[in-house]
């Protein structure tokens, strides 16, 4: 379902001021004129029935029914997503950006970059953190997904201690623990939180692994080809919430 995100500085009140961006997503890309009802949604997952007004001006009222407006609805899912947790190792140029927009689309809840030892870019410029921002609330509402939490980078050490339920990182070669992504997670988890480690293009170094087994986690294999990093994070994301609904 395709739904407005409101911007992160909105305050609750009942008039929302459009930015420039944000009158020409709705006027030129969906083609909304004055008047049109349709849903909208803040950064804490509040809906509201949204009308536009004058030309840069919206008009909202918190709704418990926010199907009842939806630009359209095409998601055959309107359930709520199992809590994923993705950590992935900051990627070379827009890689970046194609992991925040999958990632948000697929629904996961939170999406941590993390500098790791073998990563070739250690920290985001000030536009690029504003670029994935950007493309976290294009992919909102394209995809009318939750928002999830975009943070980071933070180091390897700090992201292992920061890791809750269910704990995964995917490794390119066998070790002694490995096992297949299949065999930790099953649909009992579904409640649970689930946090998945994704390396850079060169993986994670052996010392990274060991810090991580020794922290609670799994290390796992897929069973597919060699995967860029990039594919490699969505394609878990999304193998790991097909497990945990399955049955459901």
């Given at each position: 379902m395709?739904?407005?995100?409101?911007?992160?500085?909105y305050d609750g009140s009942p008039l929302y001021s459009l930015k420039k961006r944000e009158v020409q997503y709705l006027e030129k890309v969906l083609r909304l004129e004055k008047g049109t009802v349709f849903t909208a949604k803040d950064t804490s997952d509040n809906?509201?029935?949204a009308t536009l007004e004058d030309e840069g001006t919206l008009?909202?009222?918190?709704?418990?029914n926010p199907e009842d407006t939806l630009l359209d609805s095409l998601s055959g899912y309107s359930g709520l997503f199992a809590p994923i947790d993705v950590y992935v190792s900051i990627l070379k140029g827009k890689k970046n950006e194609s992991v925040v927009r999958a990632l948000t689309e697929i629904g996961v809840r939170k999406i941590?970059?993390?500098?790791?030892?073998n990563a070739q870019e250690h920290d985001f410029s000030s536009h690029q953190k504003e670029r994935l921002e950007?493309?976290?609330?294009?992919a909102v509402q394209q995809s009318g997904s939750r928002s999830p939490i975009l943070s980071g980078p933070v180091s390897f050490f700090t992201a292992i201690e920061k890791a809750e339920g269910k704990k995964v990182i995917l490794h390119q070669s066998i070790r002694g623990k490995t096992t297949y992504i299949e065999k930790v997670f099953t649909n009992d988890d579904i409640k649970n939180v689930a946090s998945l480690f994704i390396g850079p293009e060169g993986g994670f170094s052996d010392q990274e692994c060991v810090l991580a087994e020794n922290n609670g986690f799994y290390p796992v294999l897929l069973r597919t080809n060699i995967l860029r990093a990039e594919t490699a994070a969505v394609y878990t994301a999304a193998a790991v919430q097909s497990l945990l609904h399955s049955n459901t």
């Amino acid at each position: 379902m395709r739904v407005f995100l409101l911007s992160q500085d909105y305050d609750g009140s009942p008039l929302y001021s459009l930015k420039k961006r944000e009158v020409q997503y709705l006027e030129k890309v969906l083609r909304l004129e004055k008047g049109t009802v349709f849903t909208a949604k803040d950064t804490s997952d509040n809906y509201y029935e949204a009308t536009l007004e004058d030309e840069g001006t919206l008009l909202l009222k918190p709704t418990d029914n926010p199907e009842d407006t939806l630009l359209d609805s095409l998601s055959g899912y309107s359930g709520l997503f199992a809590p994923i947790d993705v950590y992935v190792s900051i990627l070379k140029g827009k890689k970046n950006e194609s992991v925040v927009r999958a990632l948000t689309e697929i629904g996961v809840r939170k999406i941590i970059f993390m500098d790791t030892e073998n990563a070739q870019e250690h920290d985001f410029s000030s536009h690029q953190k504003e670029r994935l921002e950007t493309i976290l609330k294009e992919a909102v509402q394209q995809s009318g997904s939750r928002s999830p939490i975009l943070s980071g980078p933070v180091s390897f050490f700090t992201a292992i201690e920061k890791a809750e339920g269910k704990k995964v990182i995917l490794h390119q070669s066998i070790r002694g623990k490995t096992t297949y992504i299949e065999k930790v997670f099953t649909n009992d988890d579904i409640k649970n939180v689930a946090s998945l480690f994704i390396g850079p293009e060169g993986g994670f170094s052996d010392q990274e692994c060991v810090l991580a087994e020794n922290n609670g986690f799994y290390p796992v294999l897929l069973r597919t080809n060699i995967l860029r990093a990039e594919t490699a994070a969505v394609y878990t994301a999304a193998a790991v919430q097909s497990l945990l609904h399955s049955n459901t």
